[in-house]
């Protein structure tokens, strides 16, 4: 029979009937000439062990140049389990060829028609390349499809190709007003089609970067060639809350800051609830939040960090020095005999003129002349020689003034002199105090205003359609996720990088690389404590990661994007998630100084407490995002600038100076006679920093860059003490020692003088003649003449005749000039003439 079927239910049925039989299947053997025959059940009696003749009942016919092959012997084999089928081996006389063979059996009583031969071929077992799956003769009809016009791409071509075709098809339907409604299905479809060849050429176009116009088509292409299209970054602000008494414990998440745009707004009071401005539009005020990573911790608002005193013990006209890491503050005791200042490092204060340095006026202080820093060091002292009295009445006592120091960061140093005392424009001369003052209670803001949580879903789905999987038993009908891309209602998302840990100094909280912004968004699943965070991408990101990304199209509208179940988690059908998201950020943040006005409070009220928020420094950092050409010239070319090998010493070099603990390095090829070596020499900010841990986390950092073959030495810089010995001639009516404390200034021991450590590098030379310009340029200086200029506790190796002093690549010249370390440079200078 050539008639298949998928099911043989007949099979079961005659190895379950009484006294029927037949053959199930036949194979080869271990030996070529050896058959197995499984039967459907037990032998019969015919095919017994003790029956006669027993090969007389078998018969093996087909074989194309192999034919008419013998049964020499049969030999049955009966399992003891009733359960089992028996078989029957059988031998032949040779092997057969590659083509089929059928096994019959004959005058066997109870066989089955359809089972009383089984084929089987010698050659089953043969490697094939070909699918073993037979192939379909049943090949579908071919339909007179019609020509289509592939020119006719817009609604007028479309609907006249349907009104031809229908001409051929319907001569008799000559009806071409627009109510009948065959007109109507005819310019339907010609809409469709409109529609759909109008995707079909924005596909084609948002697929090249060079033809995008989708601002998400534009970040998804830039992104394969490792250029991040960044969507800007909000502003941030110190902000200054001014008290009249401490506060309670105040939640980071309960506080907001308002810059009104509006004059009616000015006249609300200073501190104000969520109510007062839930029907303000957006637009008239600008809104600021803690920023801060955990909103839950709190914060106490004292009266005594409004304005804290600077402190000079006794002296007079004093100021903090450019580049000053530390100063005294003016404490007060308490009546209870604690101390008013809670100052803790980690905080943040403003420094900031309030006075005018001459006229003692608050309208002529400088604005410019304001300063944050981070806290490292507070230290309470005392004051013994000026005491103070405190308490009240009969109570009162005296105590040394009470004083706290403190330090911040090389990072956070003044930039400029701030006056702290000065005497006042004549012919008044009076003593001016507190001329700047520092400012506490600082919390740092970001612009942007938190939604309310924003309902997204349910996810669409799909159920499958049942299967049989046999008869009478339908498969399970699975549910699918259909593709979930939800958009955000607020507008623009805040982008934002990470608030800054406690330890970050203060010049370098406020700024952002737009770049490592990421959207501030997170969704929470059905009011539970799951949580989908947002990502720039899913390339990173498994199969269970709740990850998702918020991509922004070209009106400034937030688009959610989840996984697929490979890269990211897909959500599950009928999911319904909550978006909780901020909005605002760009340029419209960076408001100016003293903008920042009204403080928000909710859920709390608070009674007998008088605000007075400001920001002393401009908000700074807001960036709008990227114009998509300007990603689409830069994108092609991005890869080229981040540099990922290191082939030359100027490879090694350049990626050994991305560590922030140095401020360069310099680096080598060096042969050692098989192979080169790489020798990196770092120059840490500080000048013994470069201890074995920096060492190791530099040399890590290279070698997984490093060329094959290179060997690598990470080692500090070798420092390169100077003597230098100048004999300098002074203008008539200059003091000489003034002329000479110029020079050592000129030289040494300020920041940027000419031997300033952060002024030399590696490698860097020195030229007698630009020694001679220096001092040249320092007033009062007639001439001078250079007597000594070699390495220090070297002799001198003709630099005074060659004009210059040559370092090696891997050497930094030191002149630090202090008398306890003269192994680190000395210069002597003497001057004569003048006064």
Known sequence: MDTTCLSDPRRQAVRSATGRNGLDHVETGDDPTTLVAYFLGKLPPELAADAPDLPRHLAIDGGDVITSLKIIDADPHVDPDPERDDFLVIHLDREGDRSRYTLRLVDIQGIDPHYASADFSFRIDCASDLDCKPACDCAPAVLDEPRPNYLAKDYASLRQLILDRLALLVPTWHERHVPDLGITLVELLAYVGDYLSYYQDAVGTEAYLGTARQRISVRRHSRLVDYRLHEGCNARAWVQVGVDVDTPPLAYGQLAFVTPWRDDLAELPRLLSPGQLANVAPSAIEWYEPCVADATQTVVFRAAHTRVSFYSWGRRSCCLTAGATSATLLDTWLPDGQRALQLQPGDVLVFTEVKGPRTGLEADADPTRRWAVRLTEVTPGEDPLYPVAFGDGEGQQTRPTPVLNIAWGRDDALPFPLCLTTIGAAPGCAYLQDVSVALGNI???????????EALGPVPWTAGTACCDCEGEPSEVATRALPFRPRLAGAP????????????????????????????????EDDSDVIWTAQPDLLGSGPDDRHLVAEIDNDGVAHLRFGDGELGRRPGPGQILKAHYRVGGGQEGNVGAGSISFIV????????????????????????????????????????????????????AAIAALNPELQSAQAALVWTGSWYEADVALDPWQRNAADSALLATVEAALYRVRRMGHDLRVQP??????????????????????????????????????????????????????????????????????????????????ELDNGVLPLAPHEIAELANDPNHPERGVIAISVEGGL
Not at 447 to 453: E, S, T
Not at 608 to 628: C, K, M, R, S, Y
Not at 632 to 647: D, S, V, W
């Open 717 to 798: 810089a070798a420092h390169v003490p100077i003597s230098l010995t100048m004999h300098v001639c002074a203008l008539p009516g200059h003091e000489r020692g003034h002329v000479k404390a110029a020079l050592l200034k000129r030289f040494v021991g300020t920041p940027g003088g000419f031997f300033d450590a952060d002024q030399l590098s590696f490698g860097q030379s020195l030229h007698l003649s630009r020694i001679v310009a220096a001092a040249m340029a320092v007033p009062g200086v007639m001439c001078v003449e250079v007597e000594a200029f070699h390495r220090y506790g070297q002799p001198p190796n003709h």
């Open 601 to 652: 409070i909710s859920g709390l009220t608070l009674d007998g407490v008088t605000f007075t928020p400001w920001n002393p420094l401009p908000a700074q950092g807001g960036i709008d995002p990227e114009p998509i050409e300007q990603a689409r010239e830069f994108a092609p070319l991005a890869f080229r600038k981040a540099l990922r090998r290191a082939i030359t010493a100027n490879d090694y």
């Open 493 to 524: 998302l805040v982008h934002a990088e990470t608030a800054p840990p406690s330890t970050r100094p203060a010049a370098a909280s406020l700024t952002q690389d737009p770049r490592a912004a990421t959207p501030q968004l997170w969704l929470a």
């Open 443 to 453: 919390v740092l803001v970001d612009h942007g205003r938190g939604q309310p949580p």
